[in-house]
């Protein structure tokens, strides 16, 4: 299949590229620096919130993979719109979004969870076939974030009792490229079992070498810990985004398990500097 991949250098998208080339797919790296996408996918730089760039680069395209850049101003959502106009003057047949996130069916008033309603929305009009899928909670990568995991600390807002299914990015791109062949409406991908802080810290400290300890961080503290990183904008929007998540905010009808443990995942991340 020919199949454009939104974000095709960031976390998220990289693996999905990686994996789809393994499948023998032909891949265009949609970014606005695609060049930095994985090796064998065809660059295609384009402007997110021009519907004409997109279209173009959706222009015989089998299927397209949506996937966010971290926005969370009202600039997301002129993207979304550029993307739905995109695709009603393309013959795409399957559209797959992930969410990065839970699937949001109502809109907020909030940019960044609001775009993704109304693509959940909009975007069976556009396309025969639409597949929707995120991580069931959190991925795994945000513990390898430099604001996250320091000296012999876990700095995080959630509390170390919460079990959830954290999940690996290499699994929801596993997801992915299973869709093109086996489409379902919407899920969410997990880990193998759904862990507490005080398992996560666990298996940290098991890999790191060295003990490290769940520590519950205040949301103002951990946005002041990512702004350095992150930028204001970014950061407040992010921190904000860990109001939602609890145990309640993961619909377990909807979770698919993956096979990568956090274990196996924290082995193979290159740490630095942690």
């Known amino acids: 299949m020919i199949i454009a991949v939104h974000g095709a250098t960031g976390l998220q998208g990289a693996p999905v590229v990686r994996q789809l080339l393994a499948k023998g797919h032909e891949v265009r790296a949609l970014a606005r620096n695609p060049h ?6 065809h660059p295609t730089p384009v402007d997110l919130a021009d519907p004409g760039s997109l279209a173009a680069a959706y222009r015989g395209a089998d299927a397209v993979v949506v996937q966010f850049p971290v926005i969370f101003s009202e600039v997301i959502l002129a993207q979304v719109d550029a993307i739905l106009e995109a695709l009603s003057g393309t013959k795409v047949e399957h559209v797959i979004f992930n969410t990065s996130g839970g699937i949001q069916r109502t809109e907020t008033g909030h940019p960044f969870l609001d775009a993704r309603s109304r693509l959940i929305r909009d975007l069976p009009k556009l396309a025969p076939t639409v597949s929707v899928l995120g991580p069931a909670a959190l991925y795994n990568e945000v513990l390898a974030d430099p604001w996250t995991v320091a000296g012999n600390e876990i700095r995080h807002p959630l509390p170390p009792e919460l079990a959830l299914p954290w999940a690996a990015s290499e699994d929801v791109a596993t997801a992915i490229g299973e869709l093109l062949t086996e489409p379902v409406p ?10 507490t802080g005080f398992q996560v810290e666990e298996v940290l400290s098991a890999v790191l070498g060295r003990e490290v300890r769940w520590r519950t961080t205040e949301i103002e503290k951990f946005r002041e810990l990512m702004t350095p990183h992150l930028g204001a904008e970014v950061a407040a929007g992010v921190a904000g985004s860990y109001t939602v998540v609890t145990a309640d905010s993961v619909d377990p009808a909807l979770i698919r398990r993956g096979t990568t443990t956090l274990r196996d995942w924290a082995e193979r991340w290159p740490w630095t500097a942690v």
């Open 186 to 195: 919407a899920q969410l991908i997990g880990g193998p079992e759904d862990l």
């Open 36 to 41: 930095r996408a994985p090796a064998g996918a």
